[in-house]
DNA sequence: TAGATTGTTAATCGATTAACAATC
DNA sequence: TAGATTGTTAATCGATTAACAATC
C-alpha cells in the first residue's frame, strides 16, 4: 500500500498524527472524525482527508476513523514496526543527552551502540550501553551492522565518519551537526536537527510578534 | 524594511543562508552570485533571489552579492543583533545538554537563568549560571524580565508554567515538549523541536530509500 | 561598451481547500 | 431510511521556477 512520491509535506505531519491519535487512544478515545481530529490539531478536515488517502481508505463513511486501527497504520507508514538499529557517535553532552532522553523504541529504532574518540569517556555506561572508541567503528559495524547513527559530533569531523559509515551499510543518519550530508552523499536518508536555525527563526518570530 | 506576510517557507530558509554566507566570510570569499550560492546550497539561483528580494535588494545587478554585506542584512532580518533575553527551564539531561552545547549569543539570544523544581539540583552550575528552584520564577521574571523560555519539561508540566511565563511577559518559546503551546495559546512565538517525530521521519525515509 | 547578474514579472507547478457523490 | 462522514474530484491558492528587461 506504499506508494512513491508522497510530497515532504504530508511525511512531514505524519508524527504528528502518531501522536495525537495516541493520546486519544490513552484517552479512552475509540473513534475519531477528520473534522474533530482537525479541530483538534489545527488543520482541516480536508488535508487530513487528503494526507491519509495517499496511502489508503483507513476511514469508514459515516463513522469517521477508528483511532487505534489508524494510529498502527500510520505506524506502519512511518516503518516503526520494522525495527532498524542506530547508534550515537560523538558522546559529549548532546550525544549523551540524546542518548538518555530519547526513546529511540518507539520510533522504530533500537540502540545498539555508543562511540566517542575521547579516550576518558570510553568505557562509560550510558543507558546500560558502554561508550566504544570511535577506532573500533569498523569491527562494530562489520559484526552487528546498524542502519543509522545520530550524529553529535562537530562539522569538521562528519565527512570522514559519514563517508566510513556509509561504506560500512549505514544509510540513514539523525544529524546534529552543521554539515550538509544530503548534500554530499547520495541515496541516504538524512535528518538534520540545527537549534541554531531554530533559534533564529525564533528570534525572528519574537520580533515581528505584533505586525 | 520589515514588510509583514513573508511566507514560513522564506523564514525557515533565512538561518540557513546565513550559516552558508558565514562559511563563505569564513573562507574569505567576498562576493557570491545567487546562482554560485544555490550551487554550493543545493538551491536555485530564482529561489534565493525571490526569498531575498522579499526584504530588500540586497545584490547589485552584473555583481551579484556581498557576502558579509548579505550576512548581515539577513541577520538583521532575523533579528539577531536585538539581543533578546532567555531562560531554560528543566535542567535533566537534555536541559543541561541544551544550555551547555548551544551559542546563544550567537542567535539573538542571552541566557540569563536556569530552572528546575528538583531540590537537589538548585544551586548547581552551568555555564556559570546557577540553577534556581522554579518557584522563584515569578520573583526573577519581574526583576529580570526574560522575552524568552526553552522548554526542557515534561508534557503534563508545560501548560501551568507556560501560562505563568505569558502572564509574566515571555513572549517566545523554544519547546522541547509534546505540549502544543501554539494551539493553546495565542499571540506568542514557538518553535517545536521534537527529535522523536524527526526519528519517525527517518525511519520513513530508510524505509522508502530505494524506491 | 559588452558581459554578467540582479530585481521582477509571468508561467508553472504543487499543496491546500472546497465541494459533493458514494456509502456506511 | 436519514444522517454523518468518508474518499475523491475540482477549484483555489500560493510557492517555485523560468524568463527577461534593467543596470551595474
Redesign the interface.
Known amino acids: 500500500m506504499?506508494i512513491?512520491g508522497i510530497s515532504a509535506y504530508v511525511?512531514?505531519r505524519?508524527?504528528?498524527y502518531?501522536?495525537f491519535l495516541g493520546d486519544l487512544s490513552a484517552a479512552g478515545i475509540k473513534r475519531i472524525s477528520s473534522g474533530e481530529l482537525a479541530k483538534r490539531?489545527?488543520l482541516t478536515a480536508s488535508q487530513i482527508r487528503q494526507d491519509l488517502n495517499c496511502f489508503g481508505g483507513f476511514g469508514q463513511q459515516g463513522y469517521g476513523y477508528n483511532t487505534d486501527i489508524l494510529r498502527e497504520e500510520i505506524g506502519n507508514?512511518?516503518?516503526?514496526n520494522?525495527t532498524?538499529k542506530i547508534i550515537v557517535i560523538g558522546m559529549?553532552?548532546?550525544g549523551?543527552?540524546?542518548t538518555?532522553?530519547?526513546?529511540?523504541n518507539?520510533?522504530?529504532?533500537s540502540l545498539i551502540g555508543l562511540f566517542d574518540e575521547k579516550e576518558s569517556l570510553v568505557g562509560n555506561i550510558v543507558r546500560n550501553i558502554p561508550i566504544r572508541n570511535t577506532n573500533q567503528l569498523d569491527e562494530f559495524c562489520k559484526e552487528n551492522h546498524p542502519?543509522?547513527a545520530v550524529l553529535c559530533i562537530p562539522k569538521e569531523a562528519v565527512y570522514p565518519i559519514a563517508e566510513h559509515l556509509i561504506r560500512l551499510g549505514v544509510?540513514?543518519?539523525?544529524n546534529f551537526s552543521?554539515y550538509?550530508l544530503?548534500?554530499n552523499f547520495e541515496?541516504?536518508?538524512?535528518?538534520n536537527?540545527?537549534?541554531?536555525?531554530?533559534?533564529?527563526?525564533?528570534?525572528?518570530?519574537?520580533?515581528?510578534?505584533?505586525?
Not at 507508514?77 to 516503526?80: F, K
Not at 538518555?100 to 529511540?104: A, P
Not at 541515496?187 to 535528518?191: D, K, L, P, T
Open positions: 506504499q512513491k511525511i512531514k505524519l508524527p504528528r502518531y501522536r490539531m489545527g507508514i512511518l516503518g516503526i520494522n532498524k559529549g553532552n548532546l549523551k543527552a540524546i538518555q532522553h530519547v526513546n529511540f518507539d520510533k522504530g529504532f542502519d543509522a544509510k540513514g543518519f539523525l552543521h550538509d544530503a548534500l541515496g541516504i536518508a538524512v535528518e536537527i540545527h537549534f541554531g536555525d531554530d533559534l533564529m527563526k525564533l528570534s525572528y518570530k519574537i520580533k515581528n510578534l505584533d505586525k
